[in-house]
């Protein structure tokens, strides 16, 4: 396997021309594409389209779906037949609906369940109601909803890299993957409140990191999506995993 499939670059722009020319640009050095609420919205199934004829190997339709179990059973089998290769959920679903959704899923796309957002600070989790142990011990809380999607038959979630380790010494067979992920040259994390390198990130158990404006916003993106594949390379040859 080439290290460039666990490296998702986010296509967080407004049209399908900008996106299909990410696309085009960095497909050498970039294994998977993600097209999330802003680019699904405007343009809907047509970005899954566009996207895999610009030349995408895999598409990961971020949506975090969460509503009634019945809802979010169709949307992931409209989304599963439009061949979408990863799909997320949003955890505090519950795990009935989860488990529903996964069942509901045709032809071989995965379903990662979100635990807490990167984003989100302590705070925050207070302020939306989370129990005090809970908000002050994040991790506790990304392992309650992992065990969640472990149950519900996910085949992996999304958390951040601070948590990433304690998730796969719990659940070794999820797979993980993680945002909010800054090399040390590309250091601000602007709206990511938990970050980490990607050595930091694939050391400590995750297996896909998910990295848009280090490559988007370097003047050589190209050159910079190959010097981050140089250093998850790296990280996982330290984790016994050798990738071309």
């Known amino acids: 396997m080439d290290v460039k499939e666990r490296l998702i670059f986010p296509l967080d722009v407004p049209s399908l021309k900008?996106?299909?020319?990410?696309?085009?640009?960095?497909?050498?050095?970039?294994?998977?594409?993600?097209?999330?609420?802003e680019l699904f919205v405007a343009h809907g199934p047509q970005a899954i389209e566009a996207v895999r004829?610009?030349?995408?190997?895999?598409?990961?339709?971020?949506?975090?779906?969460?509503?009634?179990?019945?809802?979010?059973?169709?949307?992931?089998?409209?989304a599963s037949?439009?061949?979408?290769d990863i799909l997320t959920v949003h955890m505090l679903a519950g795990r009935q609906a989860v488990r529903k959704t996964v069942e509901a899923i045709e032809g071989g796309t995965k379903v990662f369940g979100v635990?807490?957002?990167?984003?989100?600070?302590?705070?925050?989790?207070?302020?939306?109601?989370?129990?005090?142990?809970l908000s002050r011990?994040?991790?506790?809380?990304?392992?309650?909803?992992?065990?969640?999607?472990?149950?519900?038959?996910?085949?992996?979630?999304?958390?951040?890299?601070?948590?990433?380790?304690?998730?796969k010494e719990a659940y070794r067979h999820l797979r993980t993957i993680?945002?909010?992920?800054?090399p040390l040259w590309a250091a601000d994390p602007q709206d990511q409140a938990r970050v980490v390198t990607p050595g930091e990130a694939i050391r400590a158990g995750a297996d896909y990191l998910v990295i848009g404006r280090p490559i988007r916003e370097?003047?050589?993106?190209?050159?910079?999506?190959?010097?981050?594949?140089?250093?998850?390379?790296?990280?996982?040859q330290e984790r016994g995993l050798i990738f071309g």
């Open 137 to 167: 011990d994040i991790k506790e809380a990304v392992l309650r909803l992992a065990n969640l999607a472990y149950r519900a038959g996910c085949h992996g979630i999304v958390c951040s890299g601070k948590e990433v380790a304690a998730v």
């Open 53 to 78: 004829d610009a030349g995408a190997e895999e598409i990961f339709l971020d949506l975090k779906l969460h509503d009634i179990p019945a809802t979010m059973q169709q949307a992931a089998r409209a």
């Open 81 to 84: 037949r439009h061949g979408v």
């Open 115 to 133: 635990t807490i957002l990167t984003s989100h600070t302590r705070a925050e989790l207070m302020e939306i109601g989370y129990a005090p142990e």
């Open 18 to 37: 900008e996106a299909c020319a990410w696309v085009a640009r960095l497909k050498e050095v970039v294994g998977i594409f993600k097209i999330g609420l």
């Open 218 to 236: 370097a003047e050589d993106p190209s050159s910079a999506a190959a010097k981050i594949l140089d250093e998850m390379k790296e990280a996982f």
């Open 178 to 182: 993680v945002p909010g992920v800054r």
